[in-house]
């Protein structure tokens, strides 16, 4: 199997590579476009700011072509973020995949959201073998508004989408990479898919 993960600069690579040799599968990091584009599966990682993360994608072309990969695609934090609409975080267009706004926490909340937090309505094969209100792990102070395209839903002073699909794109606000065994599960259920 030919995993590729999308190298545009924004961080975090090394823990989803390592989690991925755990499960046996060498992932390749790389920008160019034909690797990603003939790609089994492809991983949008994604840790720092909307906006250089979106400026580092238009730069090397990406913000056309992951829009257009046909095979499975799993944007995990930052970069499930980066798939919607568009996000409050400096003001930034996404990517449009999932058609759900980012929003910032309110004010009343710590933020960073940073810990274990449960998640529930699995809607997915991505969580199979997954139990209902799981602690995965999260490091963030945006959120994917609650919406038809959620296949899971965290709570952190208000209800969001926890995980989103839209055909064969998947997208996790929380760290599988960082979430033991469980989250090594959901690595597994995507490579399965």
């Not at 590729?4 to 823990?15: C, M």
Request: contains cysteine.
């Amino acid at each position: 199997m030919k995993l590729v993960i999308i190298d545009y600069g924004a961080g975090n690579i090394k823990s989803i590579q390592f989690a991925f040799k755990r499960l046996g599968v060498n992932a390749i990091l790389t920008s160019n476009t034909t690797e990603i584009e003939t790609a089994d599966k492809v991983i949008f990682p994604g840790v720092g700011a909307a906006g250089s993360a979106m400026k580092m994608l238009k730069e090397s072309g990406l913000d056309v072509v992951i829009p257009n990969l046909k095979q499975p695609v799993l944007g995990i934090c930052l970069g499930m973020q980066l798939m919607c609409c568009n996000t409050e975080e400096g003001n930034t267009k996404g990517l449009g995949i999932f058609n759900v706004p980012v929003k910032k926490f309110p004010n009343t909340l710590k933020v960073p959201q940073m810990g274990w937090n449960v998640i529930s309505n699995l809607k997915s094969p991505l969580f199979k073998g997954i139990k209902e209100k799981e602690f995965m792990y999260l490091v963030h102070s945006y959120y994917a508004a609650k919406n038809e395209q959620a296949i899971a839903i965290s709570n952190y002073g208000l209800e969001y989408s926890a995980a989103l699909q839209h055909n064969n794109f998947y997208g996790v606000q929380f760290h599988p990479e960082k979430s033991g065994i469980e989250g090594s599960k959901i690595l597994q259920n995507f490579l399965n898919l």
